[in-house]
């Protein structure tokens, strides 16, 4: 980029229209059907259903403890055959509630060397709901239904596919089970329980687990179709006490603290002389000052009276989760907390205290301790403490922008990067729903640290060390860790491990995930180095970032790395931005930090981006890249960086069916004469990233399209080359009708670089290419567009009304530093704000 710092150019949704949807003739993909003997079939079926209806009338026979309630429902698992899905949407009933699915798991086996799945489904049944299925066995089996088109029975695409139908356990509603084991059935443990919010009852579900003699927490974490609660007790006893409720819908492991990686310390014999020469050098913002940008940690808590720190933070911005806590930092091995606020205010202090030059430091601090040690938490969703936290200092600085900065991760495998309590929360948060008249809120979260020994292990356990909970949620900004520090200033028959710009040893990435969830980390920073000897891995104080002590009276400064390192660098990066960009939101601060990130040509070597699996891994690893600060701030004369903060109703509600509303049409501002003249065979470069947040909806229903996490999905197309503006609208509708997102959109004349089927996850999208600026010149018509989510498919919340939010940022980058893209531009939208 040159050295001709320009703002941002703002405001291109004035060039925006929103347009109505033209539906094409929409073509209904073949559902695969499991052949069979349909009689044999359908009355083996039949026996299994009127199994199951049997049971439910034996247990509202039985006894049950005074006081217990037994309600009339029962729980059983539909079984689909091996290599043959189930139609879910036939499993469900929203209208009435007599079959509803609770959760939904998928099992892969190896069958002749062929991988093959088949899918569980967890199903809630009333008596109602029973004699629906029999209904629908009796009609596969009546050749007097054998009226569809094609000749087959009614009920054929479901009764098909069914292999078994079984009464359900407890253990079945067990979410975790690639995770961890069950517990042993008078093992007392902790459990997440999910609760259905249709029928919850607090009162009822409170007697109910005080009579079984389990112990719970009074908080509860809502969501749009669930209500999480923290029970303590046996499986025993919820076998005899929620799971006689209509309400169950999920067991889970509850999330535990990871540990921080410690480090060797560092012996300057200079401390003091280099932190007051640093503080001599530091222009502090006052901390008073309730309009500033403040970093919030969500940590270990923070030693404040450090001598680096007192001056800027103020005691008053210090809270805990649990007052008895205390709010200092109680980490051990030098303390978390303490070293994450010096390094998001001044970054790695080995540069900041080898400079000369001043430093102006513009956002402060806020500390919200989630974390004692030595001090479980047993009772309580760690989703509710992040609740209690933006409540907590919101009520105390209720004017002040945030970045939430949360590096403590819990100890818990994501299974294939679902959605846990805690993520969801996060997202929660990051959409604007902590609480009445809550405002969206960036939040960034570490991905977690691998923890490697064997030489052997790097980079190979990186790719199978998942990121950590809650670095799976959509909204937030997850930062992994990369490093240039590989250099030892003595010889010491050690290497470093990970080359200049390649992915840290600790980094954590998303490579095992399946598909459908978001690419992970979204970016990463300085995560610091490993050593060798040729056999063993160990840390060295040479390859870390370096930050502070909280035990100051006995030494100022410690090495700090991994990904805690990489996100308190990404807060500071976002305060800055927020601080130079007041008014943009909290979705454009996120996609101007992934809009100027790059990958290192070590992260590149050995990749062949035109391949698919290598586009996939690269950015399931290390993201985007890492992140350019002045990039993220400014544009300049031979690089422009146009943006839209803009509202869109996706859908609406047409005649009883939930459709599609509209899409917005963009006719960007461009720099056409230059392009045409100056650029016209030279290389230019087109960026474009697309961030909003979505509502969550958890629940381990993934696998049927009906029961998206995400409510609502937005993309970007631009118009190709030749491309007229009446043939675009119709590829954008016949885009939005593509339900399905598991589909292979049509590849063969996409030119961006990512392309869609490995961007289109979560909710940033980034790509870009690179063409001569004669065809750019034609090509400045961009949709931004509405996909599947809930808001649509669950109809009975009544969401489809709801406007969001949406930052689009668009750039032309060209290497020739003589050419001005920027004041064409510039002028054109000074003429539209007038007008």
């Known amino acids: ?153 009614l009920s054929q695409n479901l009764i098909a596919n069914l292999e078994e139908i079984r009464l359900a356990t407890l253990q079945a509603f067990w979410v975790d089970i690639d995770s961890y084991t069950f517990p042993d059935s008078d093992l007392e443990v902790w459990w997440e329980v999910w609760f259905r919010r249709s029928t919850y009852s607090r009162d009822k579900t409170d007697q109910q687990l005080e009579i079984a003699g389990l112990s719970f927490s009074p908080r509860e974490l809502m969501f749009p179709e669930h209500v999480i609660r923290m029970v303590r007790g046996t499986a025993r006893q919820l076998a005899s006490s929620v799971f006689l409720l209509d309400s169950l819908a999920e067991l889970r492991r509850p999330q535990e603290i990871n540990d921080f990686i410690t480090s060797e310390r560092i012996n300057y014999e200079t401390e003091q002389e280099w932190l007051e020469d640093l503080i001599s050098r530091t222009d502090f913002v006052s901390p008073q000052d309730s309009e500033n940008v403040f970093v919030c940690l969500f940590d270990s808590g923070l030693t404040h009276r450090h001598p680096l720190l007192f001056p800027l933070i103020d005691g008053g911005n210090l809270h805990a989760w649990n007052p008895s806590w205390g709010l200092e930092d109680s980490a051990n091995n030098g303390g978390h907390g303490t070293g994450m606020a010096a390094l998001a205010l001044f970054g790695n202090l080995t540069d900041a205290c080898a400079s000369s030059v001043p430093i102006q430091i513009l956002h402060g601090i806020e500390s919200f301790k989630i974390f004692q040690s030595g001090s479980s938490i047993d009772k309580e969703l760690f989703g509710i403490i992040y609740l209690d936290g933006i409540t907590t200092v919101s009520i105390s600085n209720p004017h002040v922008k945030r970045i939430i900065c949360l590096s403590v991760t819990n100890d818990g495998l994501i299974k294939s990067g679902r959605p846990s309590s805690a993520s969801s929360s996060l997202d929660n948060i990051a959409f604007g729903n902590a609480f009445e008249e809550a405002e969206p809120q960036m939040v960034i979260v570490s991905g977690g640290n691998v923890l490697l020994s064997n030489h052997g292990d790097f980079p190979s356990q990186n790719f199978i060390q998942s990121i950590q909970d809650p670095g799976q949620a959509y909204n937030v900004l997850t930062i992994g860790a990369y490093t240039e520090k590989d250099r030892l200033s003595r010889p010491s028959g050690y290497t470093p491990v990970a080359r200049l710009g390649e992915m840290s040893p600790r980094n954590s990435t ?36 370096l930050s502070i002590d909280k035990d100051f009276t006995r030494r100022l400064f410690r090495p700090f790395g991994g990904t805690s390192s990489a996100a308190a660098f990404a807060s500071k990066m976002a305060a800055e931005l927020r601080t130079t960009y007041p008014d943009f939101w909290p979705e454009t601060i996120r996609g101007l930090m992934i809009h100027s990130a790059e990958w290192t040509p070590q992260m590149l070597h050995g990749k062949d981006i035109t391949r698919e699996g290598d586009r996939r891994a690269l950015i399931r690893s290390v993201g985007y890249g890492v992140p350019n600060l002045n990039r993220a701030l400014y544009s300049a004369s031979n690089a422009l960086t146009l943006i839209a903060q803009a509202n869109i109703k996706p859908y609406r509600m047409d005649n009883g069916v939930v459709r599609y509303n509209e899409y917005h049409l963009y006719e960007i501002p461009w720099p056409v004469e230059v392009l045409q003249d100056m650029l016209f065979n030279q290389e230019v470069t087109i960026k474009v990233t697309l961030s909003y947040f979505i509502e969550p909806n958890p629940g381990a229903r993934e696998y049927a399209k009906s029961f998206s996490y995400h409510s609502h999905s937005l993309d970007f197309k631009l118009i190709k080359e030749n491309e007229t503006p009446s043939e675009f609208r119709r590829r954008i509708s016949a885009a939005a009708e593509q339900e399905d997102e598991t589909e292979r959109p049509d590849l063969r004349d996409e030119d961006w670089t990512i392309k869609e089927r490995v961007r289109n996850k979560g909710s940033v999208k980034k790509d870009f290419l690179k063409t001569f600026g004669a065809n750019l010149a034609s090509r400045n018509i961009l949709a931004v567009y509405p996909k599947a989510g809930w808001y649509r498919s669950r109809k009975s919340l009544e969401k489809y009304n709801h406007e969001v939010r949406y930052s689009l940022i668009v750039s032309i980058e060209t290497p020739i530093l003589e050419v001005d893209i920027y004041t064409p531009v510039e002028n054109l939208i000074q003429i539209a704000i007038t007008t």
């Not at 539906?23 to 026996?47: E, Q």
């Not at 879910?88 to 929203?94: M, R, T, Y």
């Not at 609770?102 to 109602?128: A, D, G, H, P």
């Not at 300085?526 to 891995?537: A, C, K, R, T, V």
């Open 1 to 153: 980029m040159a050295s001709d710092p320009k703002r941002h150019l703002i405001g291109i949704e004035r060039f925006a229209s929103g347009q109505e949807y033209t539906y094409p003739r929409t073509v209904v993909a073949s559902f695969p059907i499991a052949t069979r003997n349909r009689a044999m079939h359908g009355n083996r079926i039949k026996s299994q259903i009127e199994t199951i209806r049997d049971q439910f009338e034996l247990q509202q026979d039985q006894e049950i403890p005074e006081g217990l309630v037994k309600d009339d429902v029962i729980y059983v698992e539909f079984y689909s055959a091996w290599g043959f899905e189930l139609k879910f949407e036939q499993l469900h009933s929203d209208s009435r509630g007599h079959y509803q699915i609770l959760k939904i798991s998928k099992e892969i086996r190896i069958q002749n060397e062929q991988e093959e799945k088949r899918f569980r489904v967890l199903v809630m049944l009333s008596k109602r709901g029973i004699e629906h299925f029999l209904v629908k066995v009796e009609n596969y089996l009546n050749l007097t239904y054998r009226n569809l088109p094609d000749g087959n029975p």
């Open 510 to 545: 998303s490579a095992m995930w399946e598909p459908q969830w978001p690419n992970k980390p979204d970016l990463v920073m300085e995560g610091g180095n490993m050593i060798s000897d040729g056999h063993f891995l160990f840390s060295h104080e040479e390859l870390e970032p």
